[in-house]
């Protein structure tokens, strides 16, 4: 069956680094846009970026450009997200997303704490 296995969440202070995995099994990752998304209480879930099949274009939300950068290893089935200088707005949960033209999986989410 379709899993994505997010791991890497944690407490950290500010200023701190997280690397956030997502492992794919039960489709052909390497097929599949994948992204990260994250939600904080009492907010809407919101897009952190993006990173096609190939892994040759990503892209990512505006206030965290130049603090976080998606990746991705194909022949590991997963996709990273390296998140640096965190804040204490960078606190929610995150999630994997995978996506192609019929399908739409979410793995389960991981804690991400920004606070001293």
């Known amino acids: 069956q379709v899993q994505l296995v997010e791991s890497g969440g944690g407490s950290v202070q500010p200023g701190g680094s997280l690397r956030l995995s997502c492992v794919a099994s039960g489709f052909t990752f390497s097929t599949y846009f994948m992204s990260w998304y994250r939600q904080a209480p009492g907010k809407e879930r919101e897009l952190v970026a993006g990173?096609?099949?190939?892994?040759?274009?990503?892209n990512t939300a505006d206030s965290m450009k130049g603090r976080f950068t998606v990746s991705r290893v194909n022949s590991k089935n997963t996709v990273y997200l390296q998140m640096n200088s965190l804040k204490p707005e960078d606190t929610a949960v995150y999630y994997c997303?995978?996506?192609?033209?019929?399908?739409?999986?979410w793995g389960q989410g991981t804690q991400v704490t920004v606070s001293s």
């Open positions: 990173i096609t099949n190939s892994g040759r274009t990503t």
């Open positions: 997303n995978a996506k192609d033209f019929s399908h739409d999986y």
